[in-house]
């Protein structure tokens, strides 16, 4: 039977991924750098355990031969300490490797591992949480409505608190402001560069452009040059996005950034299973020909973001698990898997696609 080893097992998001590989009666190892907390997590769900850091990449490829599993997990975030160690183990141990990050940087790092894991037989797959699944397999929708498109506008509408390794994160990444893609290429932009309304399906909502690992994945997926991610946040949010660009040098230093992570460290856990139940999260795409009228618009609405996460990155590793066909390699969610991998996701509802282009001009983003 194929087996996962789940990292960052004991963190929110992975004691979720966790209990639901057990619930779907998947063979699973639990591992972390802390060798209490998983044995403690051991002892909780009688599954096996393994404890190793992440610093030297010997240990962590002795650790994943010794586990002898099929596939690693990967759910210790901020990714940007882990992904890499975690993809240059499972390289050289012949693992494949899934993760739920959405950072760009990490996402463009993994993939500079694709010919590495390519000879060795292995398929890496970054960002298989909700960001990116939905709206990467979004884009490829709407690529497939529209071949010719060469800018895609992707947006999400979920008013959802993050958890506590969420917000760590973000500080981590504190200083990069925003990025978006044209012409290919990843283009460093400063924070809420853009504003847009946006008819996410529930109304129209003013939405800037943010950092998500879309930005890299849909334009892997699709070919198409020029993608922008917008989320849509209420006017304070969007006040201090702006602000943010004045003090970005400020809060990257590191006594701020420490300062930020202890008042991190206040926050509670991560949503509750109650609030996880009831959110629900509005997704839009669109696709264009710049300077022509064609453009075709697309929506998807999901369960809670962190619902959507553990049931996504699960159903991943089950896939890659199961199914010998999927190519070796970097690949995005919906390049692994499929545009409609995200309809298989437990309570997603879509496409729902617009059978006319909006009337009069494509709505154009304003400078914020
Ligand atoms: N793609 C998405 O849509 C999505 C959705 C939800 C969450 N996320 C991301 O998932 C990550 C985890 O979120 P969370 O809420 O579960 O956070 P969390 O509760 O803080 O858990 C983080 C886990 O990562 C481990 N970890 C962190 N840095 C590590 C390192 N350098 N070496 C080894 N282990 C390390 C932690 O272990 P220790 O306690 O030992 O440090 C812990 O087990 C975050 O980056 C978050 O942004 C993404």
């Not at 298989?128 to 060469?150: I, K, N, Q, Y």
């Not at 879309?214 to 602000?243: F, I, K, M, N, W």
């Amino acid at each position: 039977m194929s087996s996962v080893l789940v990292y960052g097992s004991y963190g929110f998001v992975g004691s979720l991924v966790a209990r639901e590989t057990i619930e779907r009666d998947l063979e699973v190892v639990l591992a972390g750098r802390d060798g209490a907390r998983v044995a403690e997590q051991v002892d909780d769900l009688g599954r096996p355990g393994r404890r190793f850091a992440l610093d030297d990449p010997d240990v962590v490829t002795a650790a994943l031969e010794g586990a002898g599993v099929d596939c690693v997990l990967n759910c210790a975030g901020p990714f940007s300490n882990t992904a890499e160690p975690l993809v240059e183990g499972c390289v050289r141990s012949g693992t494949d490797y899934v993760d739920i990050t959405g950072e760009i940087p990490v996402i463009e790092r993994v993939r500079e591992w694709d010919q590495r894991a390519t000879e060795a037989g292995v398929t890496l797959v970054p960002a298989a949480g909700f960001s990116a699944v939905p709206l990467d397999c979004l884009a490829a929708h709407l690529s497939d409505r529209l071949p010719e498109a060469t800018a895609l506008a992707l947006g999400v509408d979920s008013r959802r608190p993050p958890s506590i390794g969420t917000v760590r994160t973000a500080i981590e990444g504190i200083e990069d402001g925003g990025a978006v893609r044209r012409e290919g290429r990843l283009e460093y932009v400063p924070a809420a560069w853009r504003t847009r309304r946006i008819d996410f399906g529930r109304g129209t909502r003013s939405a800037v452009t943010v950092p998500m690992g879309e930005v890299s994945t849909a334009h892997y997926t699709t070919g198409v040059p020029d993608v922008a991610a917008y989320a849509a946040v209420p006017q304070p949010a969007r006040l201090a996005l702006r602000l943010h660009r004045y003090l970005a040098p400020l809060l990257a230093t590191t006594p701020v950034r420490a300062g930020l992570k202890r008042l991190a460290g206040l926050v509670r856990d991560g949503p509750s299973s109650w609030s996880r139940k009831r959110a629900t999260a509005y997704l839009w795409g669109e696709a264009r020909v710049e300077h022509t009228d064609a453009r075709v618009v697309s929506r998807l609405r999901t369960p809670d973001p962190y619902v959507v996460t553990v049931d996504a990155a699960v159903t991943a590793t089950e896939r890659l698990l199961a199914d010998g066909r999927i190519e070796d390699g970097f690949r995005t969610p919906a390049g692994a898997f499929g545009s409609g991998f995200v309809l298989d996701l437990e309570g997603v509802a879509g496409f729902f696609d617009e059978s006319t282009p909006e009337s009069g001009a494509p709505e154009v983003d304003v400078p914020s």
